[in-house]
């Protein structure tokens, strides 16, 4: 295992969330309730990986996964069509254009905030993923198209986030999101327009 680890890089707490990671995304690709286990243990194991990598704004974004999956439970559980899958809701432009403001707000507060106050490794890139990453949550406990939309711009800053800081494995587990964000958009529209 050494000899693999060495190879490829990360520990092995870091292949075990990525590869939670994978499972959770696949299964929210097929808007299946079953993603949300792999999701807690993903979650729980990224707070310990980035705070180790000073990753702050990242770290306590876990915290905020790991909350905010308890209420996206409850909305999957109760808005399911009859085949168990959760039913697709889009968004008007106008409150998608709410939500993308308020998380501009949100990224320059938790910049000066990550950069005033600790010695965060990327502070103001960090944070943009953190932001955005909070928005695209909520968006996709909500059950919202466009969260996929925010999720595929979180992917491409993570790639280069995480590869900035060593965490290859991690990266590389975002360029496989990056595609099954496309992928769970395109798929999600399909399933919004056949309701």
Request: aromatic residues 18%; contains cysteine.
């Amino acid at each position: 295992m050494d000899f693999f680890l060495g190879m490829v890089g990360g520990s092995i707490v870091e292949w075990i969330a990525v590869t939670c990671g994978l499972i959770n995304v696949v299964l929210i690709i097929r808007r299946s309730i079953w993603n949300f286990p792999f999701g807690f243990v993903m979650v729980t194991l990224y707070f310990y990986i980035f705070w180790e990598y000073k990753l702050y704004s990242d770290a306590l974004l876990q915290l905020y996964f790991f909350s905010i999956q308890f209420y996206g439970l409850w909305v999957w559980f109760h808005r399911r069509a009859s085949d168990g899958r959760v039913m697709v809701a889009p968004l008007s432009r106008r409150s998608f254009a709410v939500y993308l403001a308020v998380t501009a707000c949100a990224w320059v507060t938790i910049s000066w905030l990550m950069g005033t106050y600790t010695d965060a490794a990327a502070p103001r890139w960090d944070a943009a993923v953190a932001a955005m990453s909070v928005t695209a949550q909520f968006l996709m406990s909500r059950r919202h198209l466009e969260s996929w939309l925010l999720w595929i711009a979180v992917d491409v800053l993570a790639i280069g986030l995480f590869y900035s800081r060593d965490l290859v494995p991690t990266a590389a587990l975002y360029v496989v999101f990056l595609g099954l964000a496309v992928l769970g958009y395109r798929q999600w529209r399909g399933a919004a327009k056949a309701t």
